[in-house]
């Protein structure tokens, strides 16, 4: 961190350029207790009245020329020139430059600031002019210090490059890259689409239990938490699923919920511990309905956010409008790996299948169902840039999903991809309650096998025999969403703050 040791005005404020960082810090503190033994104390303003943002001036220029305006904003940038001074000003909006003069605010009030920092936030009142660069400024008649920067910023000629201090120091992160501002503006922009998407389709938004009593059989691994006063161990969720459908059970037709997801699972630039999911369902529809809400939802999210319906991630350009293509699983795997469903017989035919094209397998999890998944994760998903319905799923995999009336082997399911990313799942809701307890017990006969402590959810199953309509359920990954509308490579980019190991 040397920028203080290469922008001019760090040698005026006597921020000699052989100074180590803790010595730049050591004499940052004593300009603050310098400002503080005469009685000027920065951290002692309670308020800065703004009337105007940087953005703002920059756009109505031609209306506020020659108007008074009042502003507040970092210190970015310090140009030198004696009795007078430029500063960039850095506020929510963007970049000002900031005209001082020794002549306008006077001179013990120059002599101050000419000690200030680079960091400092202040306040500026004072008139809208252009330079005679042509450079759209504010000209000062009185300046403010509001706030103390006791720590220099990164070096303005590299910014702040180093992606695990990005992520650590978010903070220093917004204040250098405005493009990461601009993804987490893009992202409460993209959340307040959703809803607003959903709420004018009559779904309500609900919150449902973060801590759960007891671990359900999901495939998931949770984390596990006590709660003191009940002696209990208690479960952050790995889903919001089953309370949702208890709703729709209890009579809302159409609920929805943007709710964070706690897995304690592995780390990769796909996966978070904690993440954030958008869940709905709605009586009386199936997942042929879910599928074209998605459609519908992300080709609408795509021309607000991206300004028409192709948008570029990474290195490919994605086409979003609808209609999507759509195969079924064995489809798929018929097209991608010349391999037919249609000619497995029994379980042996697909596992010698799957050992005649090295396809893993767990040996415990071996019928066709699980075969035809294997195969379809060793060669169809990286294939699914496009944006792409995988539909009719085995029975085998889909714990929650309908059986299909007509083929009992497979459920009304679907999972969509884009850029070879799975980017979310729907069913048509499983609502026999005996059929229900029958893949609740396998599950959770599995997970006990893996060593975890899993129970079937009796309080889900009562709900399903009071009755439950036809209901079709989508969930999808907000993050994994934003990550594809702002072009972002790892999910630690559309998270403020994304889970760090300790430096210690």
Not at 118 to 145: C, N, P, Q, Y
Request: aromatic share 10%; proline share 4%.
């Amino acid at each position: 961190m040397n920028e203080e040791k290469k922008n001019a005005p760090q040698a005026q404020t006597g921020e000699a350029e052989e100074l180590t960082l803790s010595e730049l810090l050591q004499l940052r503190r004593d300009k603050l207790s310098e400002l503080q033994r005469e009685g000027h104390d920065p951290f002692e303003l309670t308020s800065w009245e703004q009337d105007h943002r940087a953005a703002e001036i920059m756009e109505h220029f031609e209306e506020l020329e020659e108007k008074d305006v009042v502003i507040a904003g970092r210190i970015m940038t310090w140009r030198d020139m004696g009795k007078a001074s430029f500063i960039d000003l850095q506020d929510g909006s963007g970049r000002i430059q900031v005209y001082i003069r020794i002549n306008d605010v006077g001179e013990d009030t120059y002599a101050a600031f000419r000690k200030w920092d680079v960091g400092d936030i202040i306040g500026v009142k004072g008139f809208v002019f252009r330079t005679r660069r042509g450079e759209i400024s504010v000209h000062a008649k009185e300046i403010v210090l509001l706030s103390k920067s006791l720590r220099p910023l990164p070096d303005k000629f590299h910014g702040l490059k180093d992606t695990d201090t990005r992520y650590r120091q978010r903070y220093m992160d917004l204040i250098i890259n405005p493009e990461v501002k601009d993804t987490f503006v893009k992202r409460s922009r993209i959340t307040a689409l959703i809803r607003e998407f959903l709420d004018s389709r009559g779904y309500l938004e609900v919150d449902t239990p973060v801590l759960h009593t007891l671990e359900i059989g999901a495939s998931a691994r949770p984390f596990v938490t006590h709660h003191n006063t009940l002696d209990l161990d208690m479960y952050l969720r790995i889903e919001t699923e089953l309370y949702l459908k208890r709703l729709i059970v209890g009579g809302f037709e159409k609920v929805y919920e943007v709710g964070r997801i706690f897995r304690n699972e592995g780390m990769s630039v796909k996966h978070n511990p904690e993440f954030t999911t958008v869940e709905l369902y709605e009586a009386y529809a199936d997942y042929k309905d879910m599928m074209n809400l998605v459609e519908e939802l992300y080709a609408g999210l795509t021309h607000q956010i991206c300004g028409g319906d192709t948008l570029v991630y990474q290195d490919a350009e994605i086409h979003m409008a609808a209609p999507w293509e759509r195969l079924t699983m064995v489809e798929a795997v018929k097209k991608y790996a010349g391999v037919d469903y249609a000619d497995w017989a029994t379980d042996a035919d697909a596992q010698a299948a799957a050992d005649k094209m090295n396809v893993h397998y767990e040996k415990n999890a071996a019928t066709k169902g699980d075969i035809l998944a294997a195969f379809f994760d060793a060669f169809v998903e990286e294939k699914l840039i496009q944006p792409t319905f995988i539909y009719d799923y085995p029975v085998a995999i889909s714990p929650l999903a309908k059986r299909k009336a007509d083929d009992p082997d497979f459920t009304e399911r679907f999972e969509f991809f884009i850029y070879a990313r799975e980017m979310g799942n729907a069913f048509s809701e499983l609502n026999d309650p005996i059929d229900q307890r029958e893949r609740f017990v396998r599950q959770v006969e599995e997970k006990r096998r893996q060593g975890a402590n899993a129970e079937v959810d009796e309080d889900f199953l009562c709900a399903l025999e009071v009755g439950m309509p036809p209901t079709g359920g989508l969930g999808f990954g907000l993050d994994r969403l934003v990550m594809l509308l702002t072009n972002s490579a790892s999910i630690r980019d559309v998270l403020l703050f994304p889970t760090m190991k300790p430096k210690n």
